[in-house]
């Protein structure tokens, strides 16, 4: 069993929807990173939180340290939103390391 | 911005031949990792570098080492490419500071596509 848990795997919407993509870790962490990544590679930071919610945008992340669990929402999704999104538990200490989902691959159709 | 840069967007190589991947960063980080990127498994750390000259083995070290001379860059080295090292190879880097979360901030190159045929 991975330490991180990413669902769905693939999720496919039609533009407008709401979606969420869930993450759920085993792991002691620091805090969770929601990160980006368009076709061709690049990865971009969304969010990194250790308790409660944050927004940017029309991106909102939850996260429940007791339940080891969080969510990425995207409202009013738009096809440029299309890409994967990964979820990444970092642990304590100053290395940084990380510990990543095996990402959601999001496609937003017109 | 900060900026990591990845010395090849695509390369080809052949079994057996040693390949050098480059990154930079120009945000001064003291950290530094390397991560490949296969379908259905997620990034998965290779080396990573708290220092220049340290290093530490990741997830999946084997068939690779690394070399941090210098602050800004961080290669990795496959010392004889085989076909199972074919992938998506990632460089990031971070702040070490744990005072300020903020910093703690992993950023990404743009990513290397190797095919070793």
């Known amino acids: 069993k991975n330490e991180v848990e990413q669902s769905p795997q693939n999720l496919t919407a039609q533009e407008g929807e709401f979606i969420t993509i869930n993450c759920s870790y085993s792991?002691?962490?620091?805090?969770l990173h929601w990160l980006q990544q368009h076709p061709g590679g690049g990865i971009v930071s969304l969010f990194m939180?250790?308790?409660g919610k944050k927004k940017h945008g029309r991106l909102i992340a939850t996260i429940n340290i007791q339940e080891k669990h969080s969510s990425l929402h995207i409202t009013a999704s738009h096809p440029r939103d299309s890409a994967v999104y990964i979820c990444?538990?970092?642990?304590?200490?100053?290395?940084?390391?990380?510990?990543f989902g095996t990402g959601t691959l999001l496609a937003v159709q017109p | 911005d900060v900026k990591v840069t990845q010395s090849s967007r695509y390369l080809v190589k052949r079994t057996g031949e040693k390949v050098f991947l480059e990154c930079v960063q120009d945000?001064?980080?003291?950290?530094m990792f390397w991560y490949r990127q296969d379908p259905g498994l997620g990034l998965r750390l290779i080396y990573f570098?708290?220092?220049?000259?340290?290093?530490e083995k990741g997830d999946i070290p084997e068939g690779y080492s690394v070399s941090r001379e210098k602050k800004e860059r961080f290669s990795l080295i496959l010392e004889s490419a085989s076909t199972n090292q074919t992938s998506m190879y990632l460089c990031?880097?971070?702040?070490?500071?744990?005072?300020?979360?903020?910093?703690?901030?992993?950023?990404f190159g743009a990513g290397t596509r190797l095919s070793v045929l």
């Open positions: 990031a880097s971070s702040s070490r500071s744990i005072q300020v979360l903020a910093k703690n901030i992993q950023y």
């Open positions: 792991v002691g962490i620091s805090a």
């Open positions: 939180l250790s308790s």
């Open positions: 990444a538990a970092r642990l304590g200490g100053a290395t940084n390391k990380l510990i």
């Open positions: 945000m001064d980080h003291e950290n």
């Open positions: 570098s708290y220092d220049v000259k340290m290093k």
